[in-house]
């Protein structure tokens, strides 16, 4: 599956922003999709998970709250709604794929990545 990311943008403190990842292919449904990000100098860090049929969620704490993730398999789409930004949240986000059972925070359960879009929030 290939995934494209976009929605990416700068923002102020406490804005919000929608990113989108569309897949091709016709099997998005059977994946497990989830959002990373990456700031300057560091780990690619977990931000949230959604399962590919019931559509149950699981959130890093430091956005816990805050970000919203969810899918529309007809769509073939993942989204992460982020409301309330801080200026920590800027980085290169990512979406991921896995087409089997994985531990969300792990990137390299993962097996196909989007190209990232840059989310910038200043203070």
């Known amino acids: 599956v290939q995934l494209q990311a976009s929605g990416g943008g700068w923002v102020q403190t406490g804005g919000s922003l929608r990113l989108s990842c569309a897949a091709s292919?016709?099997?998005?449904?059977?994946?497990?999709m989830a959002w990373f990000r990456q700031a300057p100098g560091k780990e690619r860090e977990f931000v949230a998970w959604?399962?590919?049929?019931?559509?149950?969620?699981y959130y890093s704490n430091s956005v816990k709250g805050r970000f919203t993730i969810s899918r529309d398999n007809a769509k073939n789409t993942v989204y992460l709604q982020m409301n309330s930004l801080k200026p920590e949240d800027t980085a290169v986000y990512y979406c991921?794929?896995?087409?089997?059972?994985?531990?969300?925070?792990?990137?390299?359960?993962?097996?196909?990545w989007g190209q990232g879009t840059q989310v910038t929030v200043s203070s």
């Open positions: 991921a794929a896995s087409g089997r059972a994985v531990v969300p925070a792990r990137p390299y359960e993962y097996d196909y």
């Open positions: 292919g016709r099997t998005f449904s059977s994946y497990h």
């Open positions: 959604i399962t590919r049929s019931v559509g149950s969620t």
